[in-house]
């Protein structure tokens, strides 16, 4: 354990008069949770066996994703499963050793895939959307690090021209929920994005998305304001839990402590606390794959998405990074070294200035996003044990939306009305 990460943890004897209050989780929205409950006014651990920041959040592509308002589960998705299932270069493998495994819970999405419900999840994901932005704005204002959000903007770009109707209906989508945008192609997509390769056809243009300056950055920069405000990270895995009525108890390796709250926000690794407490959710890890190249080579103005190859890239203080890839596979297998080529190959695409005269080499990573069937975060606390509450599932928009869940959770656990409708996120949905 580093001497540098750790500390005695603060339990109920601890807690100098403050009510006390564990997270569990050091990922980004465990950190601005962490924050949210020392503001409210409790004496706040924060515990994870990892170093903050280090896992999903860590190889996110850094951007507030509020223009991403469809789950994943759609009808659509449903039709072009088969096509994109059997396409090498394409963005869904299911590994094999995980599909049996697997099974039930492409079940659930399946029934989430309705055209009912794909409605009720687009209003969902896009009421969390509308509000991301302005709270990060809120949570980095309040440690004194605003420069660290970033307006840089959103092309959402094709290269197939016959695709101009699909370009039309994502705008009128968009724009009925409150996002500005606008189709751009030719000389005008050129000046937005001169790096951009000239066999691209058009894009949609969308100016109000802001991105981290690097996620690990914020990261560190949230964990450093809440020591600061005498909070304690505890670098120690969480071995289980025990709820009751007025505490929950949390057991590390050779310790026991009560708290008067407990959040869990351990992403992808919440399933076996959950289960411990009495709660059973399809929760599963969505492995992602992403490169960053150095930044002197990052080049681009906006954050790229692809939605031909469906891989997104951004321009971060690290370097370029570019994410994409989906498999539902748990969180032992190693990586499959073939989806960081067809990243590769899908930059290139992309971004051939990048790779003359020579290919520009980049780092490596796979990590585990943690999700649900509906592509809908869980913001809730336990039915039976009010003093235990969830913060986790939030698939790809983990970084986008840490800082309105923060706020949200908070709210509901000071029993106060909270500024999105929380039905929704209800951990008993499933």
Not at 33 to 45: F, K, N, P
């Amino acid at each position: 354990m580093s001497a540098s990460l750790s500390a005695t943890p603060f339990s109920l004897s601890q807690s100098q008069g403050k009510p006390t209050y564990a997270v569990v989780g050091a990922g980004v929205v465990g950190l601005c949770v962490a924050l949210e409950a020392q503001r409210q006014g409790y004496q706040v651990t924060l515990l994870d066996g990892n170093e903050p920041g280090r896992a999903a959040s860590f190889g996110n592509a850094g951007y507030l994703a509020t223009e991403v308002i469809e789950p994943l589960a759609t009808p659509a998705t449903v039709r072009n499963a088969p096509k994109l299932w059997l396409n090498p270069d394409g963005p869904v493998c299911i590994p094999f050793k995980y599909l049996v495994k697997a099974l039930p819970w492409y079940a659930k999405f399946l029934k989430a895939s309705s055209v009912q419900q794909a409605a009720l999840g687009t209003q969902a994901i896009s009421a969390l959307n509308q509000c991301s932005q302005p709270a990060w704005q809120r949570t980095l204002a309040d440690i004194g690090h605003a420069h660290l959000l970033i307006k840089a903007g959103n092309l959402v770009v094709w290269e197939d021209d016959r695709q101009k109707v699909a370009a039309h209906q994502l705008a009128s989508k968009l724009q009925q929920h409150n996002v500005p945008c606008e189709v751009v192609e030719g000389q005008r997509l050129a000046e937005l994005e001169p790096e951009l390769s000239m066999q691209l056809s058009h894009a949609v243009y969308i100016p109000e998305i802001y991105r981290l300056s690097d996620p690990y950055e914020v990261c560190q920069a949230l964990l450093q304001a809440f020591k600061e405000r005498g909070g304690h990270f505890i670098n120690e895995k969480v071995m289980s839990l025990q709820a009751a009525t007025q505490h929950i108890e949390v057991h590390i390796p050779g310790h026991h402590h009560k708290f008067d709250h407990v959040s869990l926000c351990a992403g992808a690794w919440t399933q076996t606390l959950l289960e411990q407490v009495g709660i059973n959710v399809p929760l599963e890890a969505e492995r992602g794959y992403h490169l960053t190249y150095p930044k002197d080579q990052a080049r681009i103005r906006h954050t790229i998405l692809s939605a031909d190859r469906r891989f997104v890239m951004s321009p971060l203080n690290s370097g370029l990074r570019v994410v994409g890839m989906s498999e539902i596979g748990g969180t032992e297998l190693p990586p499959i070294e073939k989806r960081f080529s067809v990243l590769r190959k899908h930059t290139k695409a992309l971004l051939p200035k990048l790779f003359t005269p020579e290919e520009a080499q980049a780092s490596e990573w796979m990590g585990h996003r943690p999700t649900l069937p509906d592509s809908l975060p869980i913001i809730d606390q336990h039915p039976r044990f009010p003093c235990l509450s969830f913060a986790f599932g939030h698939q790809h928009l983990g970084v986008t939306q840490a800082a309105i869940t923060a706020e949200l959770l908070l709210q509901k656990v000071a029993k106060r009305p909270t500024s999105v409708a929380l039905r929704p996120y209800r951990v008993d949905r499933f």
